[in-house]
């Protein structure tokens, strides 16, 4: 009944002032039944006549992620592109931005546009300095930069998230980023100091910890402590993989 007579407004009204925002409903009702085609058309109604910035905004964005989902994926990522480019709205910060670069920066990495995805991601960081939005971001990044081949750079990221307890549930699996490119590099000073710090943040990928700690201690001569480490792995992770490749270590 809502929906027929949000269309009789914009049938019998249509320039009058309740056209935008019945279209914005009329674009909400058909997002959420999954007609995506006739959603996208609704809010971009909305955004040619809403006068409330935040409006034009929101719907801009909805827009946006119905045409992707109808199929139109370079038609959306370009309104995406304008929505992210609105750093304000109004007095306060866009709402919308963020979440739009996180989607632009995943569906650039999926298209194998590296560099482009990793210029979201640093973009965001420079406006969410701290907590689990820029711990999210920066984990990615690292993984970019990993992949490009900078290890280093890779590695300041995942040392600042690792290092920050408002990071939340990205902290544990940063600590881990960062002690296993630093195995890899054969920086085995770094593996020590990563080492402690991850065993007292993550438990469930404790036996793998030990086992890169194990194996930096006896390349630094260190023997004893690391039979220790092989004895715990091989003794109460018996079913890690970390197990399986203790016993060579060990001997």
Do not use: C
């Not at 955004?47 to 199929?71: C, F, M, N, W």
């Not at 890899?184 to 020590?192: E, H, K, P, R």
């Not at 080492?195 to 086992?211: F, M, Q, V």
């Amino acid at each position: 009944a809502a929906e027929n007579t949000f269309l009789k407004v914009i049938a019998e009204y249509p320039a009058g002032q309740y056209v935008a925002s019945s279209s914005y409903r009329l674009g909400e009702m058909r997002e959420a039944r999954s007609e995506y085609s006739n959603a996208a058309d609704n809010f971009a109604t909305t955004v040619k006549r809403a006068t409330d910035p935040s409006i034009r905004l929101a719907a801009l964005y909805h827009q946006a992620l119905s045409l992707e989902k109808s199929g139109h994926q370079k038609e959306g990522e370009v309104l995406f592109r304008t929505v992210a480019s609105e750093k304000q709205l109004g007095t306060g910060p866009n709402p919308y931005r963020t979440p739009t670069l996180m989607h632009l920066a995943t569906l650039a990495t999926n298209s194998g546009n590296k560099q482009e995805a990793l210029a979201d991601y640093r973009t965001i960081m420079v406006t969410e300095t701290k907590g689990e939005t820029f711990a999210e971001a920066a984990l990615n990044a690292a993984q970019i930069e990993s992949d490009l081949g900078h290890p280093e750079e890779a590695h300041k990221l995942l040392e600042k998230v690792a290092s920050s307890k408002d990071s939340g549930r990205w902290q544990s699996i940063a600590s881990l980023g960062a002690l296993r490119l630093a195995a890899q590099s054969g920086d085995n000073g770094a593996v020590l100091r990563t080492s402690e710090s991850a065993l007292a943040i993550d438990s469930e990928n404790k036996p793998e910890i030990l086992l890169l700690q194990a194996n930096a201690l006896r390349k630094l001569g260190k023997n004893g402590k690391a039979l220790e480490n092989y004895d715990i792995i091989i003794r109460e992770y018996s079913v890690s993989k970390a197990a399986s490749e203790a016993p060579f270590q060990r001997l």
